[in-house]
């Protein structure tokens, strides 16, 4: 699909892992304009993680053009990320993790406080909104690792939001959550791509999108095999009709 000023253009990329024989996305292009709602689709192995992360300059890109919220991915990874929330896939912390869950959404905003400026009123006022956002308010002083994997996941997200991300990329965070979570973070990420926000995410759980047009980007062994839009209760179904079968869903 074509975009006008998009906030993630991707033009021929191929990454590929260390020593890999083969590149692992090949020709993947895409384009991703500011507050879409984009879910990434496919079967496991299909290179969806490996999207994400190249997206986000955690990857060596080999060939193609990358530019993310204005910044060029290659070679300006780190200011990439400073401005895209990231959502890891099936992460856990250790029980003994000695962090509670303010302080976890607090170090969100390290990257806009710098090493070495402590933290100030405006980063407790976002960690505050952030908690509130998720609903984990009740939780703000409890030790992450005791918490229950959906939890984590909230804490999480919450710490990507504290950092007020113009592109949000979410790796199936729907995997540890019951439907009732699933139901409240889908209202969330209607309200934040509402409010501008661009949302990717990879996702085998359909229910509850967000009432919006779905942009649908589905893969198949590190390329794109179908990029479009449509309803929201339609995304399982073309996303089947891709020949996708969800093995994990
Ligand atoms: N760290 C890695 N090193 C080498 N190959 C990897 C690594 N991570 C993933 N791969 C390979 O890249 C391909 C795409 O993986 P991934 O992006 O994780 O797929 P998906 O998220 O769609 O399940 C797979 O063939 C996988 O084995
Ligand atoms: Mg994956």
Redesign the pocket.
Known sequence: MTVSDPVIRLENIYTA????DRP?LADISLSIGKGEFVVIG??????????LETINGMLPITHGTAVVCGQNVRGDGVHVRCRVGYLL?NFTFDPLTPFTVEEVVLMGRFGMIGLFRKPGREDYEAVEKALQLLGIQNIATRPIGQLSGGQQQKVLLAQNLARNPEVLLLDEPFSNLDMFARESINALLAQLVGSGITVVI?SHAFDDLPDRPVRVVV?HD?KISLDRECHPAEVGQVIRNAGSVPRDA
């Open positions: 892992y260390e020593g890999a692992t496919g079967p496991n192995g299909a290179g969806k993680t490996t999207l896939q990879v893969m590190g």
